[in-house]
C-alpha cells in the first residue's frame, strides 16, 4: 500500500486561483497520475480524474456529501439544507422530488416556454443596434424557469431577479464584491421565495399541479414533514438558477457556431442528430462546474493507495471530459465524435456522474440538453444576425468562464418564414 502521489508546495489554493479549470490535469499529467493530495484553502484534500476516478467517487459506499461544500460555496450558489448536501435516505427522498419534476411532459414545457420567451425577446433584438446574448438569454430563461415553476414574476422584477440568480453564479469562485453580491443575492431571493413556499401552503397563493413550487411547498421529508419554508426556498432556487445558468452553455453555443460555420449549415438542414452531438460537445469541451466535492466515509483503499476518513476529495469534471483516454483529441471540438463514441455514466459529467436517483447526478440534465436544443435551433434557423468585432476569448482561470465580450451580435433579423 503507498501513499497517494503529493504536490510539491504544501499549499496549492493560489495555484488553483491562477491555474482554474486545469489546475487538476496538469498535476496528474505532470505526476502522471489519476490522483494526488495536496492543501486547498488549508485543508488536506485528494484531487481526482478520469472514468475510474468518477465511478469509485460516485460509490455512496466510500464517499458522503455532508460538508463537502466549503460554507463560500454554500452561502452563494447552492444554499443550506438544501439537497447537494443530504446523504443516505434523505437524500434519496429529496432527490425523487427533484426527479419527479422531469417527466417527458414537464421538459417538453420548459422547452416551449423558452422559445416562446425567445421569440418575444427576439421581436424587439430586431429594432436593436446591439445586442448583449449573455445578458438577453439570461432574462430570457428567467421567465422561462419562473413560469415553468410557477413563481410569480411580475414585470419590473424580471431584471433584479435575473441579476441576482447570476450573482449567486458568479459568486462561489469571486473575491470582494462580487462575492458578497451573491451572497446578498441568496439571502434576497430566499427570503422572498421562502414567503411565497408560506403563501402556497395557506392558499394565498394559487399554483398548478405538478409544479416546482407546489412540489417543494408539499413534499415531505424521511419522517414525514413539511420543509422548513426557508429550505423550500433553497430547493426552488435549485431549479430555478441552474435553468438561467445554462445561458452560458448557450452563449458557449453561439461561440462554437461563430468558430466552426459549417455546423451552422448542417444545424440550418434541421439534422436532429447532429443537433444532439453539437449540445453534447459543447457540454464536453467548454467549461463550467470544474469540480465536484466528497468526504470519505470510511477509511478505504483503492488503486493501491490510502483514503483516510474524513478526507476531503475533489473530482474533476473538466479534466475527465477532456481526458485524453477517453477522448480523441480531446481539445479539438467536434460534435461528430459522438456519432461513434458510447458515452456512459462516468466519461461525459460536465453535470456529474453516476445514477439520477441513487446519486448527486444532476437532476436538470435533460432539461439543460432540450433548452439548450431549443436555442440552437432559434440560432440557426430562426434568426439572422452579425458577429461584430469583439473580445470572445475566455480566460481559464475565471470560474465560471464567460467570453470577455458575453457574445455581442447585431443587425438580428428573423429568417424568412419565421415571425
Ligand atoms: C448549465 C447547466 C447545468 C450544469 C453545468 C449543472 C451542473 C451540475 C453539477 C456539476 C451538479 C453536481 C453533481 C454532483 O454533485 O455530483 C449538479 C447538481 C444538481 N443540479 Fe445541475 N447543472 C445544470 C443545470 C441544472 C438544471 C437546469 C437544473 C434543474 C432544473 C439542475 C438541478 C440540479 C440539482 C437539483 C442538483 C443537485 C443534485 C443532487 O445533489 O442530488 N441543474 N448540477
Given at each position: 500500500?503507498?501513499n497517494?502521489p503529493?504536490t510539491?508546495?504544501?499549499?496549492?489554493?493560489?495555484?488553483l486561483?491562477t491555474?482554474g479549470?486545469?489546475?487538476?490535469?496538469k498535476?496528474?499529467q505532470?505526476?502522471?497520475?489519476?490522483?494526488?493530495?495536496?492543501?486547498?484553502?488549508?485543508?488536506k484534500?485528494?484531487?481526482?480524474r478520469?472514468?475510474?476516478?468518477?465511478k469509485?467517487?460516485?460509490?455512496?459506499q466510500?464517499?458522503?456529501?455532508?460538508?463537502?461544500?466549503?460554507q463560500?460555496?454554500?452561502?452563494?450558489?447552492l444554499?443550506?439544507?438544501g439537497?447537494q448536501g443530504l446523504?443516505g435516505?434523505?437524500?434519496?427522498c429529496?432527490?425523487d422530488?427533484?426527479?419527479?419534476?422531469?417527466?417527458?411532459?414537464?421538459?417538453d414545457?420548459?422547452g416551449?416556454?423558452t422559445?416562446?420567451?425567445?421569440?418575444e425577446?427576439?421581436k424587439?433584438?430586431?429594432?436593436?443596434?446591439?445586442?448583449?446574448l449573455f445578458?438577453?438569454?439570461?432574462?430570457i430563461?428567467c421567465r422561462a424557469?419562473?413560469?415553468?415553476a410557477?413563481?410569480p414574476?411580475?414585470?419590473?422584477?424580471?431584471?433584479p431577479?435575473t441579476?441576482e440568480l447570476?450573482?449567486?453564479?458568479?459568486?462561489?469562485a469571486?473575491?470582494g464584491?462580487?462575492h458578497w453580491?451573491?451572497r446578498k443575492?441568496r439571502?434576497?431571493?430566499?427570503e422572498r421565495l421562502a414567503?411565497?413556499?408560506?403563501?402556497?401552503r395557506?392558499?394565498?397563493?394559487?399554483t398548478g399541479?405538478?409544479t416546482?413550487?407546489?412540489?417543494m411547498?408539499f413534499h415531505?421529508?424521511?419522517?414525514g414533514n413539511l420543509l422548513?419554508?426557508?429550505?423550500a426556498?433553497?430547493e426552488?432556487?435549485?431549479?430555478?438558477?441552474?435553468?438561467?445558468?445554462?445561458?452560458?452553455?448557450i452563449?458557449?453555443?453561439?461561440?462554437a457556431l461563430?468558430?466552426?460555420?459549417?455546423?451552422?449549415?448542417?444545424?440550418?438542414t434541421?439534422d436532429e442528430?447532429?443537433?444532439?452531438?453539437?449540445?453534447?460537445?459543447?457540454r464536453?469541451?467548454?467549461p463550467?462546474f470544474?469540480?465536484?466535492?466528497?468526504?470519505?466515509?470510511?477509511?478505504f483503499s483503492?488503486?493501491?493507495?490510502?483514503?483516510p476518513?474524513?478526507?476531503?476529495?475533489?473530482l474533476?469534471?473538466y479534466?475527465?471530459n477532456r481526458d485524453?483516454r477517453l477522448?480523441?483529441?480531446?481539445n479539438?471540438?467536434r460534435?461528430?465524435?459522438f456519432?461513434?463514441r458510447?458515452i456512459?455514466?462516468f466519461n461525459?459529467?460536465?453535470q456529474?456522474?453516476g445514477?439520477y436517483?441513487q446519486?448527486?447526478r444532476?437532476?436538470g440534465?435533460?432539461?439543460?440538453?432540450?433548452?439548450m436544443?431549443v436555442a440552437l435551433?432559434?440560432?440557426?434557423?430562426e434568426m439572422?444576425?452579425?458577429v461584430p468585432?469583439q473580445?470572445?476569448s475566455?480566460?481559464?482561470?475565471?470560474?465560471?468562464?464567460?467570453?470577455k465580450s458575453?457574445?455581442i451580435?447585431?443587425?438580428v433579423?428573423?429568417?424568412?418564414?419565421n415571425?
Amino acid at each position: 500500500m503507498s501513499n497517494i502521489p503529493s504536490t510539491r508546495w504544501p499549499d496549492s489554493t493560489l495555484a488553483l486561483l491562477t491555474e482554474g479549470y486545469e489546475f487538476i490535469s496538469k498535476r496528474c499529467q505532470r505526476y502522471n497520475t489519476d490522483m494526488f493530495k495536496t492543501r486547498l484553502l488549508l485543508q488536506k484534500v485528494v484531487c481526482m480524474r478520469g472514468e475510474e476516478a468518477a465511478k469509485i467517487f460516485y460509490d455512496n459506499q466510500h464517499f458522503k456529501r455532508h460538508g463537502a461544500m466549503p460554507q463560500r460555496v454554500q452561502k452563494t450558489l447552492l444554499g443550506q439544507g438544501g439537497v447537494q448536501g443530504l446523504d443516505g435516505e434523505a437524500h434519496r427522498c429529496r432527490k425523487d422530488m427533484f426527479m419527479s419534476l422531469m417527466s417527458p411532459a414537464r421538459i417538453d414545457l420548459i422547452g416551449q416556454l423558452t422559445a416562446k420567451h425567445w421569440r418575444e425577446a427576439q421581436k424587439s433584438w430586431q429594432t436593436q443596434e446591439k445586442v448583449n446574448l449573455f445578458v438577453e438569454v439570461n432574462l430570457i430563461l428567467c421567465r422561462a424557469a419562473c413560469e415553468w415553476a410557477d413563481v410569480p414574476l411580475v414585470e419590473a422584477q424580471v431584471k433584479p431577479f435575473t441579476e441576482e440568480l447570476v450573482a449567486m453564479i458568479e459568486a462561489p469562485a469571486a473575491l470582494g464584491l462580487r462575492h458578497w453580491q451573491g451572497r446578498k443575492a441568496r439571502d434576497h431571493a430566499e427570503e422572498r421565495l421562502a414567503r411565497l413556499i408560506e403563501d402556497i401552503r395557506s392558499n394565498a397563493q394559487p399554483t398548478g399541479e405538478q409544479t416546482a413550487a407546489r412540489t417543494m411547498a408539499f413534499h415531505k421529508d424521511v419522517n414525514g414533514n413539511l420543509l422548513e419554508p426557508r429550505i423550500a426556498a433553497v430547493e426552488l432556487l435549485n431549479i430555478l438558477r441552474p435553468i438561467v445558468a445554462i445561458g452560458r452553455f448557450i452563449v458557449f453555443s453561439a461561440l462554437a457556431l461563430h468558430e466552426h460555420p459549417p455546423y451552422r449549415q448542417k444545424l440550418q438542414t434541421g439534422d436532429e442528430q447532429m443537433l444532439t452531438h453539437f449540445v453534447q460537445e459543447v457540454r464536453r469541451y467548454y467549461p463550467f462546474f470544474p469540480t465536484v466535492a466528497g468526504i470519505v466515509k470510511q477509511a478505504f483503499s483503492w488503486q493501491g493507495y490510502k483514503f483516510p476518513k474524513g478526507r476531503w476529495v475533489l473530482l474533476d469534471l473538466y479534466g475527465t471530459n477532456r481526458d485524453p483516454r477517453l477522448w480523441e483529441r480531446p481539445n479539438e471540438f467536434r460534435p461528430e465524435r459522438f456519432e461513434s463514441r458510447d458515452i456512459n455514466s462516468f466519461n461525459l459529467i460536465p453535470q456529474g456522474g453516476g445514477d439520477y436517483h441513487q446519486h448527486h447526478r444532476c437532476a436538470g440534465e435533460w432539461v439543460t440538453l432540450e433548452v439548450m436544443k431549443v436555442a440552437l435551433h432559434a440560432l440557426t434557423q430562426e434568426m439572422e444576425y452579425t458577429v461584430p468585432p469583439q473580445d470572445l476569448s475566455f480566460s481559464l482561470s475565471h470560474m465560471p468562464a464567460i467570453p470577455k465580450s458575453r457574445f455581442i451580435i447585431s443587425d438580428v433579423q428573423a429568417k424568412p418564414g419565421n415571425l
